[in-house]
T-cell receptor
Framework: DAGVIQSPRHEVTEMGQEVTLRCKPI?????LFWYRQTMMRGLELLIY????????DSGMPEDRFSAKMPNASFSTLKIQPSEPRDSAVYFC?????????????FGPGTRLTVL | SQQGEEDPQALSIQEGENATMNCSYK?????LQWYRQNSGRGLVHLIL?????REKHSGRLRVTLDTSKKSSSLLITASRAADTASYFC??????????FGAGTTVTVRA
């Protein structure tokens, strides 16, 4: 299995532009998670899906952020409009299990820089 | 919010030495996990210990869990240069969300 795939790996954009990050979870995994990692705040959970349905989006910082999962093999995280404070590494992770708190498999991340 | 807090923040050891790091958390848990993150990469799961377990081994890794003290430790024995990374503990609550600590950065000197 190729693992969790994220694209792009690096994104540099200007303030005000729309940014779309993409994730392909491991086949057969029912849970998908989006995280953001910064030096100041560490690793934060933004949103997670179960069977393509958003379950908890309480970590999404504001309305500029939105996430979708149109099917079991694809998810997007969109920031519109982007701001310099959104600069971070964004990780997608998936999990196969219905067991609470079980192992998550992380993608390589997208490093976003907003100028 | 971060429930787990690792200690120390950074650790530098000689190759072949053991590395020990600790994690403390605030609320009751079902499981506690340890992850490794190499520079510029995603997190990799190392080991999971359930709340009814006290100790677990995996290769050169040894994890302990003391639920009465709400703490866990990760021991890496006979460290290698490849063990240089950041190590995170992650705790769960009664849902599917994991809460990660700030991490311990381990540097193994050759």
């Amino acid at each position: 299995d190729a693992g969790v795939i994220q694209s792009p790996r690096h994104e540099v954009t200007e303030m005000g532009q729309e940014v779309t990050l993409r994730c392909k979870p491991i086949s057969g995994h029912d849970y998908l998670f989006w995280y953001r990692q910064t030096m100041m705040r560490g690793l934060e959970l933004l949103i997670y899906f179960n069977n393509n349905v958003p379950i908890d989006d309480s970590g999404m910082p504001e309305d500029r952020f939105s996430a979708k999962m149109p099917n079991a093999s694809f998810s997007t995280l969109k920031i519109q409009p982007s701001e310099p404070r959104d600069s971070a590494v964004y990780f997608c992770a998936s999990s196969p299990s219905a067991t609470v708190g079980d192992t998550q498999y992380f993608g390589p991340g997208t490093r976003l820089t907003v100028l | 919010s971060q429930q787990g807090e690792e200690d120390p923040q950074a650790l530098s050891i000689q190759e072949g030495e053991n590395a020990t790091m600790n994690c403390s958390y605030k609320t009751s848990i079902n499981n506690l996990q340890w992850y490794r993150q190499n520079s510029g990469r995603g997190l990799v799961h190392l080991i999971l210990i359930r709340s009814n377990e006290r100790e677990k081994h995996s290769g050169r890794l040894r994890v302990t869990l003391d639920t009465s003290k709400k703490s866990s430790s990760l021991l890496i024995t006979a460290s290698r240069a490849a063990d240089t990374a950041s190590y995170f503990c992650a705790t769960d609550s009664n849902d599917y969300k994991l809460s990660f600590g700030a991490g311990t950065t381990v540097t193994v000197r050759a």
